[in-house]
């Protein structure tokens, strides 16, 4: 979460509400939006000085903003710049791997509700795919556009190519 939050504080300095509003907009599937996870985050980036804030009034409401620093900026452009590492851990995975415990009708009637939720995140990543090839911008901003649309691209092909292989172990679990 910490990254995340660094590279959208890179974009631009924003509110807590404005930081779950992206998140929730298609990188929710890279961490919790939660207002206590991106607090707790904000904190950890304050406590190492990689975040300020500054308190603003606007239309009457105190509002917190949050910037990244110098050294925020340099922390996240080493992790940026650094390999990427393969990496295997799956919560979801770890329910597949027990679900023989679970009885057969909570099995499949579960597998069934998780199919659901990955179709509607593949509407949500596939209409995000849309929008943003229909964003037209120059010079260092269309890097970053690419690979954020990259990454929405990645994110709507895994719950396509999930999608599928629930599908399967659903006719199987039924046959």
């Excluded at 406590?47 to 509002?63: A, D, M, P, T």
């Excluded at 690419?146 to 629930?166: K, P, V």
Aim: charged residues 30%.
């Amino acid at each position: 979460m910490d990254k995340v939050i660094l590279g959208l504080l890179l974009l631009q300095s924003r509110t807590i509400y404005q930081l779950r509003k992206r998140i929730d907009e298609g990188l929710d599937m890279l961490f919790s939006s939660s207002t206590g996870s991106i607090q707790a985050a904000l904190s950890k980036l304050m406590n190492r000085e990689y975040v300020r804030c500054e308190s603003l009034e606007e239309g009457g409401r105190k509002k917190r903003l949050y910037s990244i620093t110098e050294s925020g900026k340099q922390h996240f452009r080493e992790w940026v710049n650094s390999p990427i590492e393969a990496k295997t851990k799956s919560p979801e995975a770890a329910k597949l791997y027990f679900l023989g415990f679970s009885d057969k009708y909570n099995r499949a009637k579960n597998v069934r509700a998780y199919i659901s939720q990955m179709q509607e995140r593949h509407a949500a990543l596939d209409a995000i795919c849309a929008e943003g090839e229909t964003i037209v911008v120059d010079g260092e901003g269309r890097d970053i556009l690419e690979y954020q649309l990259a990454a929405a691209r990645y994110g709507r092909d895994l719950m396509s190519f999930n999608i599928g292989w629930y599908e399967r172990l659903l006719r199987e679990m039924e046959g």
